[in-house]
């Protein structure tokens, strides 16, 4: 009975894991044998028989008998008179089986034991938890913060599972404390050693999409489409939504009256502002809706480089560019082409260029690769969004603007 009682004991684990009896005992049966190989040094001669309804274990060693004193290998060959001692008329030559009991294993081994059980156990659990969530990977999932560390928070789900959300894959208004209820794609899956590590992410573009499709019914039934979505987390959003019912309203399907759809996604998002575009393959007029709420006059676009030259009022400008140069970015993410914005009707205007002598080149080219190419294109924005939208230090756009201003008040 002492071998049924250990493997009740072991039993215990069944109800804790993501492991039922059968396969137990299945882990169980090869654990043994490798405790065998390693006290015996092979266990070809040993039965190992399993009732996982009972939960009961027996090992039996087959040896066969030799005359006294011709033992050449003890784990295979058995003294006549100590086979008789199991049977009194076995004869030289009969095969013999012999239960092992656990106590003959020793306790070293039984402890030895017991902890392989416990690593195969886990073994087995990390890999039905990996199979499990990389099932999920790209898809909504929800956990409680156990645990916020400077660069990362962990997450604890129903079942027991860490998940990873570390600081970059946080939206900057996150603020998270014990017991929040938290909810991110599954970015990724990886077994690191033994253990999966699940990454949880609330900043990727697949947040956003999912959650359309959560929170906009005609998304999820797929009437509507999500074709494309970029974002620049917790700031702001484009999101180009298509739909093959022509009766169907795609953006205000999604936007709702007022909003009144989209505002749980915003407010999720940390106040993230989204807007929402129709798609079209219409590249012009594709371009066209990236930018809004800027109106253009004119384009040029070149296919072959993927850029395009945007011509509007100099009043739409700072529209067009958005605060921070996120709205520029994104509809060029969007879009899939390089926007630069020039202005029309701009007599008054003087091209950076003819600032040469007083602004090093290197400065004025940094200004043009967001779109500021005149003095008046850079004097309309604050400070603080040029030292954001270029690799400049605050003192040196400090010092552009002087120069520029003293050419509009002489």
Known sequence: MENLALIESFSQFKDDKLIDRVTLMSILEEVFRNTLKRKFGTDDNFDIIINPDKGDLEIWRNRVVVEDGQVEEENEEIELTEARKIE???EVGEDVSEEVKLSDLGRRSILSLRQNLIARIHE???TIIYKQFIELVGEIYTAEVHHVRSRVVILIDDDGNEI?????RQIPSDFFRKGDSVRGVIESVELKGAKPSIVMSRTAP???EKLFEQEIPEVFDGLITVKKVVRVPGEKAKVA???????????????????SRIHGIVRELGNENIDVINHTN???????????????????????KKAVEVFMDPTEVSKA????????RLAGQLTGYEIDVYREGAEEDVELTEFSDEIEGWIIEEFRKVGLDTAKSVLEQEVGDLVKRTDL???TVVEVRNILNAEFSS
């Open 206 to 208: 697949k947040f956003l």
């Open 321 to 328: 560019i958005g605060r921070g140069g996120f709205n520029i």
């Open 393 to 395: 230090e605050e003192e």
């Open 164 to 168: 990873i959300l570390p600081k970059d």
């Open 241 to 259: 939504v298509d739909s093959y019912d022509d009766r169907i309203d795609p953006v205000g399907a999604c936007v709702g009256m007022k909003g």
């Open 282 to 304: 219409n590249n012009q007029l594709m371009i066209t809706r990236a930018l809004s709420p800027a109106k253009i006059t004119n384009m040029k676009i070149d296919e072959e």
């Open 88 to 90: 009194p008329d076995f």
């Open 124 to 126: 087995h659990d990390n």
